[in-house]
């Protein structure tokens, strides 16, 4: 059987009673933000027309004390939020996300709080940006045949200050995936998105992978337009070459055609790393629409599947050796 | 010092300084292509030794494909003669490899021999010796490109022609192996 009519058992015989019950709990969440949103409005009235009416007389104090009763307000109206859906949202992940995950990733562990380590991140050596915010969510662990998998949400952030106002830069935001093999490589291997050859075409790219990665090599390889879209390091120029075949750039050209989003690998050690620029916020029920469409559903599964084809296609537990 | 004398010393400075930059690049491309080939030497010579082994596994088993294991030990044993040319041991090298591709699928026909650990483990090295000769065809090909591609554009091709700079030939196939197979005509044979 395919893996979408797989998916499509899945969700007509399990996913969609859960659906659903989760439908039944949005409608009192919302109902409650109603409610919330009333009580805020009132209270929001009350204090702006009792300013109103004193507001000849009012010290700078009192101008103060408004100022910080209507943030606090607003900050509990949102906070409210968060604190109505959090079962929501757990029961999604638990119920839902968590049984898609399930239909091709063995062993599966789920925890929606945690995510990638940060040592794991870097060991990755994909991002070599400055950060000083790490955060993350949706860890998932399990394994693919013989191949252990973790992945997550990632959001990398460096906040830094322009002046007098403090200014927070995204370096990361999307999935993090790491596969580890049963044999190792001699080399890494980094295979970057070439942002310069989409920006300044092939002749300045070239200069700038050379003086970008100092510390390994660049690999010129064959296919234009896996040239186009990655720039490849590598130490061992043979090593490079025979894991990035001719059949694999094509996979990887067809890979990042399909899914628009950014990716980069590397191969380290016993371990592939993988990113997608997502930017995004995934598995995530809503609380006004749909919980989760059909549409969805397959959004979730298909960056999944993805990756999980691609990363099989690559053979790399009969392909790399010692 | 007046200031046509300056122009004129920064020009020549500038001229001499482009000079070195460009015939520099040569030399290093020039090198990348020996290194390349000295790789690819490296392969072929692994491949060279694995035979030997291979051969005397084989032998007691397919009694039939005596030929074609005579013939690879010949091939052999040319490729590693000092006295042959490149060209030569290009053609030597491209027919072991048909010769010891057809060879593993003669191994379909003989059970015992599949499921000799000896052999399964010779065979496996042999798929990764092969592998890695491919990619260090293809890093001696990119290197030779780069290597003409500078002897050929303006301005290095000025440098090149002053310095005897000698156009190098990319690895290749025979016409004949362009063609695409016919598989029908495989199973008929």
């Known amino acids: 059987m395919t893996a979408r009519r797989e998916l499509r058992q899945l969700y007509n015989k399990r996913l969609k009673p859960k659906i659903r019950v989760l439908e039944r709990e949005q409608r009192k969440i919302k109902n409650k933000i109603l409610i919330t949103f009333i009580v805020y409005l009132t209270l929001n009235i009350i204090l702006f027309y009792s300013f109103s009416q004193f507001w000849i007389d009012a010290t700078d104090g009192s101008i103060v004390f408004v100022a910080i009763t209507f943030f606090l307000l607003t900050f509990f109206f949102i906070a409210s939020f968060s604190f109505f859906s959090r079962s929501y949202r757990k029961r999604f992940k638990d119920e839902v996300v968590k049984e898609i995950f399930m239909l091709f990733i063995e062993d599966v562990e789920f925890i929606p709080e945690s995510y990638i380590p940060e040592m794991t991140f870097q060991s990755s050596q994909l991002l070599s940006d400055r950060y000083n915010r790490y955060v993350g969510e949706d860890f998932v662990k399990g394994r693919v045949g013989d191949i252990k998998l973790e992945f997550s949400e990632l959001r990398v952030e460096r906040t830094t200050r322009r002046g007098k106002e403090q200014v927070t830069e995204s370096v990361f935001n999307g999935l993090f995936f790491k596969y580890e093999f049963n044999k190792a490589i001699s080399n890494p291997i980094l295979v970057h998105a070439d942002k310069a050859h989409r920006l300044v075409g092939k002749m300045f790219s070239k200069f700038l992978q050379r003086i970008s990665k100092p510390k390994y090599s660049p690999v010129n390889l064959e296919s234009i337009e896996f040239e186009k879209m990655f720039a490849v390091y590598c130490d061992d120029q043979i090593q490079a070459r025979v894991i990035l075949n001719p059949l694999t750039m094509d996979k990887m050209v067809k890979f990042q055609n399909r899914y628009k989003e950014l990716i980069e690998l590397s191969l380290i050690d016993n371990c592939l790393y993988l990113i997608v620029h997502t930017r995004k916020n995934h598995f995530e029920p809503k609380i006004f629409g749909k919980v989760v469409s059909w549409k969805e559903i397959t959004e979730i599964f298909d960056l999944i599947d993805i990756v999980k084809s691609f990363v099989a296609q690559l053979n790399l537990n009969v392909r790399i050796r010692r | ?189």
């Not at chain 2, 293809?138 to 002053?162: G, H």
């Not at chain 2, 004949?176 to 005509?185: A, D, G, L, M, T």
């Open chain 2, 1 to 189: 010092m007046s200031l046509s004398l300056i122009v004129a010393i920064g020009f020549i400075g500038f001229v001499f300084l482009i000079t070195i930059v460009i015939y520099n690049s040569l030399v290093s491309k020039k090198n990348e292509v020996e290194n390349a080939q000295g790789g690819l030497d490296a392969q072929l010579k692994q491949r060279y030794d694995l035979i030997p082994n291979l051969v005397a596994t084989v032998r007691e088993f397919m009694q039939h494909e005596k030929g074609v294991l005579e013939r690879i030990v010949e091939l052999r044993t040319a490729a590693l003669k000092k006295s042959i040319s490149p060209k030569q041991k290009e053609k030597i090298n491209k027919e072991i490899s048909t010769n010891l591709s057809g060879l593993m699928v003669q191994v379909e026909q003989y059970p015992d021999l599949k499921s000799n650990t000896n052999f399964v483990n010779l065979q496996n090295t042999l798929y990764e010796v092969e592998e890695n000769i491919a990619a260090s065809r293809r890093f001696y090909n990119s290197a030779v490109t780069d290597y003409n591609n500078s002897i050929e554009m303006f301005p290095s091709n000025i440098f090149a022609k002053v310095f005897n700079y000698k156009r190098k030939e990319v690895f290749n196939i025979p016409e004949i192996e362009r063609k695409n197979v016919n598989v029908k005509s495989l199973f008929q044979s």
